[in-house]
Structures are given as structure tokens and as C-alpha cells.
């Protein structure tokens, strides 16, 4: 039977809270994998300590967590920063009429020449 995921309602947490979880997710990660410590702080290069550190909630860098991640091959979390740029309908408007609608006209004493 799969398993129900829980959708986490990060608004409701403290960031004390949310950083807490995020360690906690890492280390689900890493278990879910059969990773240890040692092994992940040989992958990624820091130290065993900084991981469990990471992993008890204790605030870290955004290097750290790419770090983690990377080696996790769970940077597809990452995604969901992604924003794409959004314009307004009139900005798009000037946009289209700035767009070139034909070629330019070419001297046709210039074409012979060059060719």
C-alpha cells in the first residue's frame, strides 16, 4: 500500500522550526539511501560534524545545503525556487510592436558585388 504523504504547511512553522524539518527531511534522505554520515561527509567534503550538525536543525549555509543535496542527487528540490519573470499585458504589448515584422531592404548595387 503507498504510503500517504503529508503536505508539510511550512507557513505555520517558525523559521527555527522549518530549518529544524529541512535537517530532518536531509537525514530521511540520507537513511532512505543507506548513507552514513561518514560516508556523505567523504562525498561532499564536510565534515562529518557540519552534517550532523545540519541534520539536528542547526542553521547552515545555502553552499552546505547544495552540497548535501548534490550528493543526495536531490537537487530537483530546488525547483521549486524557480520563478519565471512575469510582464504585464501592456508591457507585452509595446514588446510585439518593437519586434521587426520584415527584413530590411537591401541596395541591389550592394548584392552584386558581394557576390
Avoid at 527555527?16 to 561518514?38: F, H, K, P, T, W
Avoid at 562529518?48 to 528540490?77: H, W
Amino acid at each position: 500500500m503507498p504510503r500517504k504523504r503529508i503536505i508539510m504547511d511550512w507557513y505555520a512553522l517558525s523559521d527555527v522550526a522549518a530549518v529544524r524539518e529541512i535537517g530532518r527531511n536531509l537525514q530521511l534522505m540520507r537513511l532512505n539511501q543507506d548513507i552514513s554520515q561518514q560516508e556523505l561527509s567523504v562525498q561532499t567534503g564536510l565534515s562529518r560534524f557540519t552534517i550532523s550538525q545540519v541534520e539536528n536543525g542547526r542553521p547552515a549555509s545555502t553552499l552546505t545545503l547544495v552540497q548535501l543535496l548534490r550528493a543526495l542527487g536531490r537537487l530537483d528540490v530546488l525547483e521549486v525556487l524557480e520563478e519565471s519573470a512575469t510582464i504585464s499585458p501592456l508591457q507585452a504589448a509595446r514588446l510585439a510592436r518593437q519586434q521587426r515584422q520584415r527584413a530590411s531592404r537591401r541596395d541591389e548595387d550592394a548584392l552584386t558585388t558581394e557576390l
